[in-house]
């Protein structure tokens, strides 16, 4: 559950991004794990979910452990990766600020910190790739597709 407010805008990292409304300190606890609001569930629970349930699911759950997927019930799940991310996520259950958070700034995560999957599979999708005509551009998330694993 976010303890911060916070405010769904367009990112330029990818999509849709979770930001700050206002200014958060360094070592500030922005999110936990709250029962009330998200969710564990097992790979099976995960995969009874028809279509396209499944997909949105798995595009917003993260790989906690071997066959135990989080669902942050909040705008949490909006948080996007940075290999330099302004946020760390000390597994199982706080998500805290690493520096000073400005006011309209989006808050993002290493997503191999608290992600099984993209600590075992990487994370190239993100890694920024140059055009042809020279720009810089960024690739699509891993979440923003469904593994074929949970295709069932």
Same mark, same amino acid.
């Given at each position: 559950?976010?303890?911060?407010?916070?405010?769904?805008?367009?990112?330029?990292?990818?999509?849709?991004?979770?930001?700050?409304?206002?200014?958060? %300190?360094?070592?500030?606890? #922005?999110?936990?794990? !709250?029962? =009330?609001?998200?969710?564990? $569930?097992?790979? *099976?629970?995960?995969?009874?979910?028809?279509?396209?349930?499944?997909?949105?699911?798995?595009?917003?759950?993260?790989?906690?452990?071997?066959?135990?997927?989080?669902?942050?019930?909040?705008?949490?799940?909006?948080?996007?990766?940075?290999?330099?991310?302004?946020?760390?996520?000390? %597994?199982?259950?706080?998500? #805290?600020?690493?520096? !000073?958070? =400005?006011?309209?700034?989006? $808050?993002?995560? *290493?997503?191999?910190?608290?992600?099984?999957?993209?600590?075992?599979?990487?994370?190239?999708?993100?890694?920024?790739?140059?055009?042809?005509?020279?720009?810089?551009?960024?690739?699509?998330?891993?979440?923003?597709?469904?593994?074929?694993?949970?295709?069932?």
């Amino acid at each position: 559950m976010l303890l911060v407010p916070t405010v769904l805008r367009p990112s330029p990292i990818a999509g849709v991004g979770l930001f700050a409304t206002m200014r958060i %300190p360094a070592g500030q606890r #922005i999110w936990v794990f !709250d029962p =009330a609001v998200d969710w564990r $569930l097992s790979g *099976d629970e995960l995969a009874a979910f028809p279509e396209p349930w499944l997909s949105l699911l798995r595009q917003w759950c993260y790989e906690e452990s071997d066959d135990v997927f989080v669902l942050c019930g909040d705008n949490a799940k909006f948080m996007n990766h940075s290999f330099e991310p302004n946020c760390l996520d000390e %597994p199982p259950d706080v998500t #805290i600020t690493l520096r !000073d958070i =400005a006011a309209g700034e989006e $808050l993002t995560c *290493d997503y191999r910190v608290v992600d099984r999957q993209s600590a075992r599979d990487g994370l190239e999708a993100w890694r920024p790739a140059v055009s042809d005509d020279g720009n810089t551009r960024r690739l699509a998330s891993r979440r923003q597709g469904v593994s074929e694993q949970w295709r069932r």
